[in-house]
Every structure is written in C-alpha cells, then in structure tokens.
C-alpha cells in the first residue's frame, strides 16, 4: 500500500505565511506527479498546485506568485510555500499523490491538513 501524510497548517494571521509537506512511503515505484488541493467549506475540492517528474510546475490563478510547490525526490516529498496568506485561502489542505504501484498508474490522498487565516 502506498500511505500520503501532510503535516505543516495551522493558524496564521492574514499576510503570514506557511510551508505544508506532504511525505509518500510504502511500494512506489515512480512518482509521476504530487499535488496540493483545497477544500474549503462548503465548497468542492479545488487544485492548488501541481509538479511533475520532470519539475514542471502549475498553479491556480488564485495562488500564482504567493505559493511556491516544490519537490524532494530522495524523500518522496513535496512541499507547499505559502506567503502573502489571505482568509479565502483557508481551507483543508490535501496532498495527492500520482504513482506507479504494483505496475499500475494509481493516485493516493493525504488526510488533509487544516489551514485558518485570520483577518
């Protein structure tokens, strides 16, 4: 099985910042993509940001030029950079990740890491 964990959210006033990490283990054998997504309340999950084997990123107009994602391969981790946070970036934070488990092209979720911005 493959198991994604998120750590990192918490409680920051507006115009703070927070780095989210989100580790993969168990029987991976490539890592295709990791991305970081949001749901807020009442609302559907939305993609924040995403990157690739190859490093190529892509970002929500929402978060362009705030949040930053980036990658450890060695670690099997990806992480997300916030700055500038707003209240409307509250939310929970759910990390995916796409893998090849068992030959077979699977994506695995987090259990979510809760972020609140205060105003």
């Known amino acids: 099985q493959v198991q994604v964990v998120e750590s990192g959210g918490g409680l920051v006033q507006a115009g703070g910042s927070l780095r989210l990490s989100c580790a993969a283990s168990?029987?991976?054998?490539?890592?295709?993509?990791m991305g970081w997504y949001r749901q807020a309340l009442g609302k559907q999950r939305e993609l924040i940001a995403t990157?690739?084997?190859?490093?190529?990123?892509n970002y929500a107009d929402s978060v362009k030029g705030r949040f930053t994602i980036s990658k450890d391969n060695a670690k099997n981790t990806v992480y997300l950079q916030m700055n500038s946070l707003k209240p409307e970036d509250t939310g929970v934070y759910y990390c995916?990740?796409?893998?090849?488990?068992?030959?077979?092209?699977?994506?695995?979720w987090g259990q979510g890491t809760q972020v609140t911005v205060s105003s």
């Open positions: 990157i690739i084997s190859s490093g190529s990123t």
């Open positions: 168990g029987s991976i054998s490539r890592i295709n993509a």
């Open positions: 995916n990740v796409d893998v090849i488990f068992l030959g077979l092209a699977r994506g695995f």
